[in-house]
Every structure is written in C-alpha cells, then in structure tokens.
C-alpha cells in the first residue's frame, strides 16, 4: 500500500495516465493529475475526490521546463515530499518520414522526450535531498527495438529508454528508483488523436497491427507491479517480451519482419 505517499502522474486526464491515478488512490497515495487539459484533469480529480480519494488537479504543459519545476516546486511546499513521478504525457506522429516537417519533430521532441527530461530532473533533485522517491518513465516496447513508419514516436521512446536506464545505477546510489516502463498497445486515444503525414491515419495504422490491444487498468496494474518491485524496466505484455528477445538474439529478423509490415501498409 502507498498510504499518503504523493505522486504527480503527468498526463493524468486519460488513458494509462488516468488510470494509474485511478490504482494509485486506490492503493492510498495523494495523487496529482497534471494534464494539459485542465478541464479533463480537473474533472478526474473530483471523480477521485467524489469516491473517496485524495487527488488534484494541475494544469500542466510538459515542454515547458520551468511548468513542470513550478508543479513539482509546488507539490513538494505543500506536502514536504514527493514519493513518485509517473512521466506520462506522449503524442504520437505517425506516418513517413520525408513527409513529416521538422515542426512536427519538434513538437514531439518537447512533449515525448524533453518532457519526460524535465520531469525526471525536477523530480530528482527534491529525491536526492530525501534520499527516497520513485520515478517512473512511460516509454514503449518500441523503445526497445525498431518499429515501422512513425520513425519521430519511435525515436523519441528509445531516448526515454536511454535516459531511463542510464539514470537508473547513478539514481540508485541517491537512494532513488528509476524504471523504464515499455508496454505493448494499450486501447487508449493516444493514436486516434495523433498527427499522420500525408496518406496516414490512424485507422489505417491499427490496420497493419498484429497484436491485440489491452485495457488501461490492465497496463495500470503491471506497471505498478513492476515499480513496487523497483524494476529498471517493465515490459509487457508477452508479445513485447518476445518481440524485444527476438531483437536482441537477431536484430536482422526484427528489421526483415518490419520491412514486411512497412510493405503491408497500403498508403
């Protein structure tokens, strides 16, 4: 149980960000939902609130650095601590990459990547003066071996990987955790609200997936299972374990096999 440990979950207001807010506060923690979307996350506190939980909301822009140190600044003043940073918010871009302009890389550099940089920095310099705390990175299974035809999405989670992992040793001696968390598809609006090039959508993309999608709660659950065990990484569900051994015994088969997804794709 996390009875009256504090956690920020960032894009909190929907999909996995919701639900872990949603098993957090089941779990006893005081849960801050820090969303771009204000409304949406002011809305998911007060259902929080409204069953008997203890949460908030915060609105909160990810690729601003300064936003997300005023949050955590913030969160700490009021209640003395942080316990947990679920760095979550992602967007994804999709489509080939001579057709998506460099603005587009940007946006997803700053949200995907940069965000998750600024919150793991703001996070870890208040739980190294503790010496506790648990960070936790949102990534994907494709941060761990290539994909198909979103190159800037892909891109961007193998950096989280990176950070994520590389923090984890040097994190550990602070007495602070790190996990990476790499999951398959989760059934969420993440792709159905994402930025395709010319002749992508999303529909189109979920089209050449070969996997089944799993629920939010379902995501939720297994990455809280693994950080309670203070996991560097989590990956799941099964498919995205084979698919990352598969890649590590023959990185030659994992590229074949998307040269034969990318040429499925019927733009």
């Given amino acids: 149980m996390l009875d009256k440990q504090v956690a920020i979950v960032t894009g909190g207001a929907s999909g996995i960000g919701r639900a872990l807010c949603e098993a957090l506060c089941h779990r006893g923690a005081f849960v801050i939902v820090a969303d771009l979307d204000c409304a949406a996350a002011e809305s998911v506190a007060a259902d929080l609130i409204r069953v008997g939980y203890c949460a908030r909301a915060f609105e909160l822009d990810v690729g601003s650095a300064d936003a997300v140190a005023a949050v955590v600044d913030k969160v700490v003043a009021e209640f003395g601590r942080i316990d947990w940073m679920f760095n979550n918010a992602g967007i994804v871009i999709g489509g080939r990459v001579q057709d998506i302009d460099h603005g587009a890389w940007r946006r997803i550099a700053d949200i995907n990547f940069l965000g998750v940089v600024y919150g793991t920095h703001a996070a870890y310099r208040h739980m190294i003066g503790q010496k506790s705390?648990?960070?936790?990175n949102i990534a994907s299974m494709y941060g761990l071996f290539p994909g198909i035809l979103a190159v800037p999405y892909i891109a961007t989670k193998h950096a989280v990987v990176g950070l994520s992992l590389s923090l984890h040793a040097e994190a550990k001696r602070q007495?602070?955790?790190?996990?990476?968390v790499c999951p398959g598809f989760v059934r969420t609006d993440l792709m159905r609200s994402g930025q395709y090039a010319q002749g992508f959508t999303a529909q189109g993309m979920e089209r050449i997936i070969p996997f089944g999608f799993i629920d939010t709660e379902t995501a939720a659950a297994k990455i809280l299972q693994g950080v309670r065990?203070?996991?560097?990484?989590?990956?799941?569900?099964l498919y995205a374990r084979i698919s990352w051994w598969i890649y590590r015994l023959s990185p030659g088969l994992m590229i074949f096999i998307n040269g034969l997804a990318t040429r499925m794709h019927k733009a």
């Fill in 175 to 180: 007495g602070v955790s790190v996990t990476a």
């Fill in 229 to 237: 065990r203070k996991r560097a990484i989590v990956i799941f569900p």
């Fill in 133 to 136: 705390g648990h960070i936790v």
